[in-house]
């Protein structure tokens, strides 16, 4: 165990068949999951997964529902029993230990108060089950309704606070007990898009500061972007990719995570020597694909329009819809059905002809 | 004239409205002023009346009724009476103390079981319904008799002399309301748990909770409305009761039920009977209001009734 069974997870998990983790940004895996199995009855809910995170980071498990991220989260948490598999924390082992054993604490999806306690008492309410002396209680409640600027609601009870209040409260009360880890399952989902917009920064603000690893269920993919160091984006029960927001945006490894992810453009291609051969032409890339048939993937406002014919993966085209959004214009340009982002520009009109440019570092080949 | 008002999308006048809601309330209205405020109000009245040389109501004012109670009578004070009532108190709390005791876990194994065996569980909770109570205090009798096995068991412990039954007495007694009023526990507690938010509970666990931390911070307070509705349940009829304590208690375990059937039938004593039921009422308000007081209505922990 100790520093070389991490040492051996790290190493299984660089090589491992499922995914390619990147080193952990600060040099070590502080949780590490390997091989994590659940089924519920005959349904696979997690296949076999591994993953590790490093000290400080903060990761999103981002899926679709069903993919089985919340029930991966529940078996962090202590609340759910893996079939098989490993989880440590720290170095320590952690599968068997229940949930009030762990240095791990909660946010949940619905807050979860304690509808009889204000709110003073909901966060004091881990330090008490520990037996806390009260002066110390009455301070870290105190620092911890200062740092989320939830000291005028103090007195106040759960029924009487709004969404966006109740999930400072939650996270206030997870956050006072100094955990380890802090989980936070979907937490944003019962606000408003405005208060997600801003308490999605402010979440990110605090996990810098107090350097908590966090891990964040969501199914947004804007809110993962938006917060996480890393995101894992998972299907069906395993981890399709995983890395920075912007690795994972720009080079999605397979048709699901490019199109779970935003919009994205899947041109069929066989290739033919170094180029690809699409319906929209001869496309030249970076580096040539894998596969001899296959999906490249282009992002909409990736995707140039031109004036003039460009130098490499020009594409000739007619504007067959656009859809003026303000601080953009979305196109649909035949051949191809692609999609097309650009900034609003008076002269395009239906019916335009265009030269769109395909850049070969834009064009990212599938897996699948 | 008339103004026009959209009622839930119908179009009405507020006359049409009214005369329509009391249409449709004064079939009830009658039935509980005939039946049950009219019969309140000659009780208040005979209450306060003397009861004549040969059982007859006398319409004369007197206190006497009340004295009596309070345990002022022809030879002096007494602490019969007020025992009486306060063996009530005693004994209905105790018997709906028992009662949600034993309601919980068994609310907690109806709602974790699966489908139709959820509703066979709750089938023979209201199966003893179809009996009358009567019987059921019979059936008790049979049971705790001196040829049935628990009483045999019980002499065999030692705790029993030979061909002794188990009643009358306090136990028989317990036993006898408890059985009776369980259900009344149950059923409300079982709609609160089945509708208990677990994600409260884990996140109990998960802020480290012991096992009775828990069920006071994570389970208890969910099941307030549901408890409530049990301790009333429970706690009205167990004041009032008096076939149980007759049939398994005998005299010595006389309670405040049997005291004014005995005014209204052997004693004909109507004016003292009519004293002890507004007695039995105060207290049974007095218990009400301090149930409601207890909670805080400003905690949130539910609906109040």
Known sequence: MGQGFLAGIRASLRDGPVLDVPAAPAGTTDLGAEGIYKSFGDVEVL?????????????????????????????????????????????KRMTGLPANRRPVNTVFQSYALFPHLDVAENVAFGLRSRRTAAAEVELRVGQALQMLQMEPLAKRYPHQLSGGQKQRVALARALVNEPALLLLDEPMSALDAKLRA????????????????????????????????????????????????????????????????????????????????????LLKMDEPPAWDEGTLAIRPERIQVCGHRPEVNGVSGRVRELIYRGDHMDLFVEPGALRVRTAPRPELCVGARVWLELRPEYLVPLSD | MTRLLIWYGELATGRRLFCRGASFLLPALLWLTLFLMLPSIALVAVAFAQRGAYGEVVWQFTLKNFHRLLGYGLF????????????????????????????????????????????????????????????????????????????????????????????????????????????????????????????????????YASRWRVFVHAIVPQTIPGLTVALILTFIPAMGVFVVPDLLGGAKHMLIGNLIQQQFGASRDWPFGAAISMALMVLTLVGLFLLRRSGGNDRGGGDWP
């Not at chain 2, 105790?94 to 005791?101: C, N, S």
């Not at chain 2, 068994?106 to 023979?124: D, E, P």
């Open chain 1, 47 to 91: 296949t076999d997964i591994s993953f590790g995170v490093g000290d400080g980071e903060f990761v999103t498990l981002l899926g679709p529902s069903g993919c089985g991220k919340t029930t991966l989260l529940r078996i962090l948490a202590g609340l759910e029993l893996p079939d098989r598999g490993e989880v440590t924390l720290c170095g």
């Open chain 1, 198 to 281: 801003e308490v999605q920064i402010e979440l990110r603000r605090l996990q810098r500061r107090l350097g908590t690893m966090f891990i964040l269920v969501t199914h947004d993919q804007e809110e993962a972007m938006t917060v996480s160091d890393r995101v894992l984006v998972m299907r069906g029960g395993r981890i399709e990719q995983s890395g920075a927001p912007s690795e994972v945006y720009e080079r999605p490894v397979n048709r699901f995570v490019a199109e779970f992810l935003g919009s994205a453009n899947l041109i069929a291609g066989r290739r033919v020597s170094g180029l690809v051969r699409t319906e929209v032409g």
């Open chain 2, 76 to 207: 002096g004070w007494s602490a019969d009476y007020l025992l009486i009532l306060l063996r009530s108190v005693w004994v209905a709390l105790v018997t709906t103390v028992l009662g949600v005791v034993l309601s919980y876990p068994l609310a907690f194994f109806i709602a974790s079981r699966r489908g139709r065996a959820r509703y066979l569980w709750l089938a023979l909770i209201i199966l003893p319904f179809c009996t009358n109570l009567v019987i059921r205090t019979y059936a008790w009798q049979l049971f705790l008799s001196n040829q049935m096995p628990l009483a045999r068991l019980a002499h065999w412990f030692g705790w029993l002399p030979e061909g002794w039954a188990l009643y009358p007495g306090t136990v028989a007694v317990y036993l006898g309301m408890v059985s009776s009023f369980l259900p009344f526990a149950a059923l409300p507690l079982y709609t609160s748990v089945e509708r208990l938010d677990w994600s409260v509970v884990e996140a109990a666990q998960d802020l």
